[in-house]
Nanobody
């Protein structure tokens, strides 16, 4: 099992930026696909972005061009750079490893 801990969330104004980090332990994540999900109040959890072991990435249409997922295998960490944030980006963001393991989630609130 992979243990995942998210950090970097918080309150930001519309148009601002945040960088989320997901630190993994219990396994080397370089061979895994890593993903970020989010869940807005009253809505289902949705896939935001993922990055394969080889580095290829995929994004939800709603965040394309604004969010960037990356990984630092030496630090066993995955990042989500979020720019041009909108109120609809508000929610709890979850890190996921190999489509199985979940972090505890971290709150992101975009509001003026």
């Amino acid at each position: 099992q992979v243990q995942l801990v998210e950090s970097g969330g918080g309150l930001v104004q519309p148009g601002g930026s945040l960088r989320l980090a997901c630190a993994a332990s219990g396994s080397i994540i370089s061979i895994y696909t890593m993903a970020w999900y989010r869940q807005a109040p009253g809505k289902q959890r949705e896939l935001v972005a993922y990055i394969r072991s080889g580095g290829s990435t995929s994004y939800a249409d709603s965040v394309k061009g604004r969010f960037t997922i990356s990984r630092d295998n030496a630090k066993n960490t995955v990042f989500l750079q979020m720019n041009s944030l909108k109120p609809e980006d508000t929610g709890v963001y979850y890190c996921n490893a190999r489509w199985v393991d979940w972090g505890q989630g971290i709150q992101v609130t975009v509001s003026s």
